[in-house]
């Protein structure tokens, strides 16, 4: 097995952050339409700044994998820079090469803590 299926792998097996956390800040909960795929993301926001983590993921091993390694991430972000942040720097920092048809389960974590902050952005505006 090559070191790139070897790290989602270790990551779909071993999410980091796996589990929902208490009292978040932000909440939400996406699907990839394609598959029906999903994720339910946990975010604690202090300041700004991305302070606490947590993810649900009923998926393929990538969209749980790529949610896993973007979570790693997340610590001390400051949501501006999470929301200024595209779908190239994203795919990027997996660090590991993903086909043209699998870039939405590799995106399905993004684009979800995106909604999260952006509804908990407007509610606190
Ligand atoms: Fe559904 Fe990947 S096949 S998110």
């Known amino acids: 097995m090559d070191i790139y299926a070897e790290i989602i792998l270790d ?9 929902l956390i208490e009292h978040a800040d932000a909440i939400a909960e996406d699907l990839n339409p394609l598959c029906g795929d ?3 993301v946990s975010l604690r926001i202090k300041d700004g700044k991305i302070a606490g983590f947590g993810f649900e993921g009923d998926g393929c091993a990538i ?8 979570g790693e991430q ?4 400051e949501m ?3 929301l200024e ?6 795919l990027e920092k997996l660090g590991v090469p993903i086909s043209p048809g699998r870039i939405k389960c590799a995106l399905l974590g993004f684009s979800c803590i995106k909604k999260a902050i952006t ?3 407007h509610s606190h505006a």
């Open 11 to 19: 990551h779909f097996k071993n999410p980091r952050q796996a589990g």
């Open 38 to 40: 999903k994720v339910k």
């Open 63 to 70: 969209s749980v994998a790529s949610t896993s390694i973007i």
């Open 74 to 77: 997340l610590a001390g972000l």
């Open 80 to 82: 501006e820079k999470f």
């Open 85 to 90: 942040m595209s779908n190239e720097e994203v």
């Open 119 to 121: 509804v908990y952005k």
